[in-house]
């Protein structure tokens, strides 16, 4: 199934020479050694995963099974008979045994991708397997022991899940024995343009060049100004998408957003109109220029506050502050 299975090897090294990549690898690899639950947290594309990847293959357990489950791919209601398994008859269509996660991930460890989104029935037996190592089988009574160890990760605020009362207290004080925040790309500096240059030399490779393709100075500025809300995973697609359209061997301008529609027709209200131009009434000008500016940029980024910055060559403070001025007339 795509949304679990087992790493068999480390293919994918983590890139980075920013220190403070570098911090969070060292913390990474302190913790592996030590026989206990990791949380991940990061935003969405930041590496989760090969963060997980390099904790299970620098621990004791790195010759058994790493076990990987993405809770946000699973229906909430087949969450529990894909972590458990389940008994022949335990439900209809269920016409034999199947183990569950928890038992493949025997004696190695089991990955917990979008934990904050595990039902709180299921955080129960969780929280069962970690205190005592047991479970049952959806559909039996037969208690099965379990030797694993579990690693979560997550894009929320587990705290904050905890006090609305969507996350177990007591699942996360026995799971954050470790908590390792993986730094946003934003946060990397000039790994930003380590990893562009990776990337294009895969995707040249790939497209059948002679050679990789060199970012303009222009398009190396922009990188680095860029807040990459997607992280690495967007910073993947943008630099592959302007490899495969290069026709020379300099890249001098890179698309942040497919989704800018070149077609998209501009409304004769949204354009200046000389007649209003009264230099006693400056501030009202001002106004309503950044007002249509501001709603211009976030109709075009689907309302991304920080693509909408980069569209206007402003901060995403300097943004920020304009969108809390105006934000009642947006």
Avoid at 25 to 48: F, H, P, W
Avoid at 289 to 302: C, P
Wanted: net charge negative; glycine share 6%; with cysteine.
């Amino acid at each position: 199934m795509p949304m679990a299975h087992q790493q068999k090897g480390t293919s994918q090294t983590p890139l980075g020479e920013s220190e403070i990549f570098l911090n969070f690898q060292q913390d990474l690899s302190r913790a592996a050694t030590v026989d206990r639950s990791v949380l991940i947290v990061g935003e969405r594309g930041s590496g989760k995963e090969l963060a997980a990847l390099r904790l299970h293959y620098l621990s004791q357990r790195w010759q058994q099974r790493l076990v990987t489950v993405n809770c946000a791919a699973l229906p909430q209601s087949l969450i529990e008979t894909e972590l458990f398994g389940y008994e022949a008859g335990a439900f209809t269509g269920a016409t034999k045994t199947r183990k569950g996660r928890f038992e493949e991930a025997e004696g190695g460890t089991l990955f917990l991708d979008e934990i904050g989104l595990i039902p709180l029935e299921v955080q129960e037996k969780i929280l069962r397997v970690v205190e005592y190592g047991t479970f049952e089988r959806v559909g039996s009574s037969t208690t099965h022991e379990v030797d694993v160890r579990i690693v979560g990760a997550t894009n929320t605020d587990l705290p904050t899940l905890c006090r609305e009362g969507k996350f177990k207290e007591d699942l996360l004080d026995r799971l954050s024995f470790e908590v390792l925040f993986l730094p946003p790309l934003r946060e990397r500096g000039e790994d930003i343009l380590l990893l562009a240059h990776y990337f294009a030399s895969k995707m040249a490779l790939e497209c059948g060049f002679s050679d990789t393709p060199v970012f303009s100075s222009e398009v190396q500025k922009r990188l680095i100004e860029y807040p990459w809300p997607g992280n690495v995973r967007e910073l993947k697609n943008v630099i592959e998408r302007s490899v495969y359209r290069s026709n020379n061997k300099e890249i001098t301008h890179v698309q942040f957003n497919p989704f800018e529609n070149p077609f998209t027709p501009i409304k004769e209200k949204d354009e200046p109109k000389e007649e209003a131009f009264d230099l006693k009434g400056y501030q009202n000008a001002k106004k309503e220029l950044d007002l249509r500016y501001l709603r211009r940029s976030l109709e075009s980024t689907f309302h991304n506050q920080k693509e909408a910055a980069e569209l206007l060559h402003v901060s995403y403070d300097q943004f920020r502050g304009l969108y809390r001025k105006y934000k009642e007339e947006i």
